[in-house]
């Protein structure tokens, strides 16, 4: 069942009327949430529910193991046993079928061939969510950030709530446990924000990221070594407004319906493509996987604690592991090294011209003044294209196609096929979005929130409607779905 | 041993207290909760209505999209009678005209989505020579290139 569908709609209206209705008695409306988020989930593949409430189940015990015990040793041994397990279900259903085939691959080179157990693995949608959000718990119980749950309900619902079931935010449990714990609310300023992110998220799915999907990236990818520049670069481009508004969109429309239903997540993107350096993109986008790789992978592996190698190395493995995080494949390793090489580089650039020209008496020199309008610009360029060259490999789907793309750069004779005025427009209106008010949605919701049931209705209605009608029919899976 | 602090043993008798008006309900909760309760049911009473609202809207404009979901369901009695009903409201709204609406913004837009550089930057010469019809021949067929690229809906990988 995927948001932008009537399906969807029908569902999350019943499951609004009745969640709200049961507001008076607590347990009652999680036991319903649940539920609904396991039939959400079963819609896939009812063979998964049980993975899931299993590794729900497992992370609850593990927790409340945590809570019963004060020995320092013993917890350590219990936080490193649930993490190794929820990695093991997530490094069985994602990675198995990679590792064998590239320690297939080293076999055959070393000459050393051997029947290798291949199995046919489904991949469980949301796997790589569910899992971090696993080990969220464990690790936030382990770190007394939340104290160990009583409630199995509301350890299930923290780790399956539908929402943010199959592409995130990944939720943090310190963040989300206790407003289980709260009365249910739903103030008008709630109102505002969840129709606003909603109509948002729809726009940029249904409409920006399924046409230039079906347009232009699908084919462009498909066979650049056809293409000219002017396809390969608008192609490019238009995969990374593509990626943003297909993951953004799912996650507004995510964090919309959690605000009606009366819970509040944070922000998972904030105009990534405006940022002046990788370091800042890594602060605006997907911000719930960046700051979990941070808090439970960076800072434990040392942060930037163990020296100028130590940051480096750590930078490095946290980006790498953020690739593989991504897909069981090659290129998205590369992509998550190449974020990590270039993280260091900016680090090191920066830092040799902070020791060129130290402030005085707290004063940057004119030297250093390189945080100015003019460097901000060549800043945003420059990482965008960064980003923009490492989208080429998450996209292409084997580095012989990544080549091949890189390589039709250099014909700038071909003619256009697949650029057209509209998908330009679409591009370049989707950028520009990236340099308004950050608060822009906000204003807008906050317009929202006052408007009576009589003009909201109509309002809504003709919005979906209108969002409908202009959508290319049909409607594409979400990207982040596969990881 | 948890013992009852004072704060909670005058919290205890207020409520004995006020046994009369815990019997009622409403006076044994907090103005704040009381404030609270009345914000989420006035805020759920309202989106409700504005849902209520929005389907009716969808039903009205999106008449082809519900014929469309209908059509997804089993066989059976209730189901049959169901898409009956669905392609009977469909065929009303398209008497009306009001179905048309959908058709025109989507060949509009698609119209849009196939315009080259060349129709879009040299669009009055085409008009002055007065071949109109022929750049219409040509978009109606464009339009075909819409439903090429779309996809359906696939289960999750």
Known sequence: ?483 | MNAITPLEMEGVVERFDNLGALEEGWAALSKADIRDEDMTRKSVARVRRAFVVTVLVLLLLNSAGLVQLVQGLSIGPVQDTVIVMAETWHGEMERHGVAALLADIRAYVGELVQRSWSDALIVEPDLRLGVIEQAGEAHEKDRTGLLRGAVLETSGS
């Open chain 1, 1 to 483: 069942m995927l948001f932008p569908t009537l399906e969807f709609g029908i569902f999350f209206l019943i499951v609004f009327a009745i969640s709200w209705e049961l507001r008076r008695t607590a347990d009652l409306r999680k036991l319903f949430l649940l539920a609904a988020s396991y039939t959400f989930y079963g819609w896939w593949d009812w063979r998964f529910v049980g993975l899931l409430a299993l590794s729900s189940l497992a992370n609850y015990l593990f927790g409340r193991a945590l809570g019963g015990l004060e020995r320092d040793g013993l917890r350590r041994f219990i936080v490193a046993l649930a993490v190794i397990a929820n990695l093991s279900v997530l490094g069985f259903f994602k990675y198995y079928g990679f590792f064998l085939e590239s320690l297939d691959d080293i076999l055959v080179v070393l000459g050393l061939e051997r029947d290798l157990p291949f199995l046919e693995v489904i991949l469980p949608v949301g796997v790589s969510f569910f899992t971090f959000q696993g080990i969220s718990y464990v690790v936030d119980v382990y770190r007394r950030d939340v104290a160990a749950q009583r409630s199995v309900v509301d350890v299930c619902l923290y780790i399956s709530f539908f929402p943010q079931l199959v592409a995130g935010p990944i939720v943090r449990a310190a963040h989300f446990l206790p407003q289980l714990e709260e009365k249910p609310s739903l103030t008008p300023a709630m109102v505002g924000l969840g129709i606003t992110l909603i109509l948002s998220g729809l726009i940029k799915k249904m409409v920006i990221a399924n046409y230039l999907a079906t347009e232009l990236v699908d084919p462009v990818f498909f066979d650049p070594s056809v293409l000219g520049a002017v396809d390969l670069l608008v192609g490019v481009y238009g995969y990374a407004i593509q990626i943003y508004c297909d993951f953004s969109g799912y996650s507004d429309i995510a964090i919309g319906i959690a605000a009606l239903l009366g819970y509040r997540f944070d922000a998972n993107f904030n105009q990534p493509y405006r940022s002046a350096s990788l370091q800042e993109f890594w602060r605006r986008w997907h911000i719930s996987l960046s700051s979990w790789l941070r808090d439970y992978l960076y800072i434990p592996l040392g942060g930037s604690r163990k020296g100028e190698f130590g940051t480096y190395r750590n930078l490095f493995l946290t980006m790498f592991l953020g690739g593989l995080w991504h897909g069981a494949a090659w290129t998205f390793v590369f992509w998550g090294t190449f974020h990590g090489a270039m993280l260091g580089v900016e680090r090191y650039v920066r830092r040799r011209f902070s020791a060129l020209a130290p402030p005085v008496d707290g004063e940057p020199q004119p030297a250093s003044r390189l945080s100015d309008a003019a460097s901000w610009v060549v800043g945003v360029v420059l990482t965008f294209h960064l980003v923009c060259f490492a989208w080429i490999f998450f996209r292409a789907e084997s580095f012989g196609l990544a080549f091949d793309y890189l390589v039709g750069f250099g014909d700038w004779s071909t003619p256009v096929q697949h650029a057209t005025p509209f998908l330009a427009l679409l591009i370049a209106g989707a950028l520009a979005f990236h340099f308004t008010p950050p608060s822009l949605g906000r204003w807008i919701g906050s317009g929202v929130k006052w408007l009576p049931s009589p003009a909201l209705g109509p309002a809504f209605g003709a919005a979906v409607f209108f969002i409908w009608a202009i959508a290319p029919e049909g409607v594409a899976p979400f990207i982040y779905f596969q990881f």
